[in-house]
């Protein structure tokens, strides 16, 4: 007896499924390598790149330059740290409390604000697109807990100062150091990077090169806050043994 023929929604539902399988497989698999291998673009930079392209921006000039965590100067790190995500050593990806905070203030109409991690950075930044839609908060979820699972936080840590944006058009530590201070990652002092990390929650409008009273009063609050982790030594904190030479 021939076999019954699918019908064409069965064949379009199946191919569907085998096209959202292999997509799976193949996110899994450069999660997998970027633990070891450096991103050399994220999903971010396509967005920011092809947006010029499209627009024809003046002027836009697209910069970025991996460096391992070693041409990364502590400084930097703490601050990221110290202006993002304070409890980074101590969560599993999530800051639950912040969260609820969030919640709680959204509930009563404030402000809605962020109450994203490093590490939900990193996935959102890396992997996905902007937006506040449930399911791109869904997979940022979902990559968040696979991230927090196969990379230590050192690695975690790397990769986001090696992709954050932190200018028109400069994206990552090292680009910008050279662009607004001329110099290496390697060699920022903590004046630099916590001015860095004050324009990190809105990079286009807030700049460091042009600073405004806002981004100084936010450059001397991370100063503070890098001062009360520890500054450098609390980078033991993220990985027993981590080293990075001041």
Same mark, same amino acid.
């Given at each position: 007896m021939a076999r019954r023929r699918r019908s064409l929604p @069965?064949?379009?539902?199946?191919?569907l499924l085998a096209a959202a399988v292999a997509l799976l497989l193949a996110l899994l698999g450069l999660l997998l390598a970027f633990r070891w291998v450096p991103v050399p673009l994220t999903a971010f930079m396509v967005r920011d790149r092809v947006g010029a392209l499209v627009t024809r921006a003046p002027g836009y000039e697209f910069r970025h330059d991996w460096v391992p965590w070693e041409r990364i100067s502590p400084h930097a790190a703490v601050a990221v740290i110290a202006a993002e995500d304070q409890k980074f050593a101590s969560h599993s990806g999530f800051d639950l409390e912040s969260i609820d905070q969030?919640?709680?203030e959204a509930r009563r109409g404030g402000r809605v604000r962020g109450a994203s991690t490093? @590490?939900?950075?990193?996935?959102?930044?890396v992997f996905l697109w902007p937006g506040q839609s449930w399911l791109r908060k869904g997979l940022e979820a979902g990559l968040t807990v696979l991230i927090e699972l196969a990379w230590p936080k050192r690695r975690i840590l790397e990769v986001y100062l090696n992709s954050a944006q932190f200018g028109r058009g400069v994206w990552g530590i090292e680009a910008a150091s050279r662009r607004f201070f001329d110099k290496p990652a390697a060699a920022l002092n903590r004046h630099e990077a916590a001015l860095l990390a004050a324009v990190l929650p809105n990079p286009i409008r807030l700049r460091a090169d042009k600073p405004s009273g806002f981004v100084r009063s936010r450059q001397q609050w991370i100063l503070r806050q890098m001062d009360a982790l520890g500054g450098a030594a609390h980078l033991h904190a993220i990985e027993p043994g981590v080293s990075a030479a001041l």
């Amino acid at each position: 007896m021939a076999r019954r023929r699918r019908s064409l929604p @069965s064949r379009l539902l199946r191919a569907l499924l085998a096209a959202a399988v292999a997509l799976l497989l193949a996110l899994l698999g450069l999660l997998l390598a970027f633990r070891w291998v450096p991103v050399p673009l994220t999903a971010f930079m396509v967005r920011d790149r092809v947006g010029a392209l499209v627009t024809r921006a003046p002027g836009y000039e697209f910069r970025h330059d991996w460096v391992p965590w070693e041409r990364i100067s502590p400084h930097a790190a703490v601050a990221v740290i110290a202006a993002e995500d304070q409890k980074f050593a101590s969560h599993s990806g999530f800051d639950l409390e912040s969260i609820d905070q969030a919640l709680e203030e959204a509930r009563r109409g404030g402000r809605v604000r962020g109450a994203s991690t490093l @590490s939900q950075q990193v996935a959102k930044n890396v992997f996905l697109w902007p937006g506040q839609s449930w399911l791109r908060k869904g997979l940022e979820a979902g990559l968040t807990v696979l991230i927090e699972l196969a990379w230590p936080k050192r690695r975690i840590l790397e990769v986001y100062l090696n992709s954050a944006q932190f200018g028109r058009g400069v994206w990552g530590i090292e680009a910008a150091s050279r662009r607004f201070f001329d110099k290496p990652a390697a060699a920022l002092n903590r004046h630099e990077a916590a001015l860095l990390a004050a324009v990190l929650p809105n990079p286009i409008r807030l700049r460091a090169d042009k600073p405004s009273g806002f981004v100084r009063s936010r450059q001397q609050w991370i100063l503070r806050q890098m001062d009360a982790l520890g500054g450098a030594a609390h980078l033991h904190a993220i990985e027993p043994g981590v080293s990075a030479a001041l």
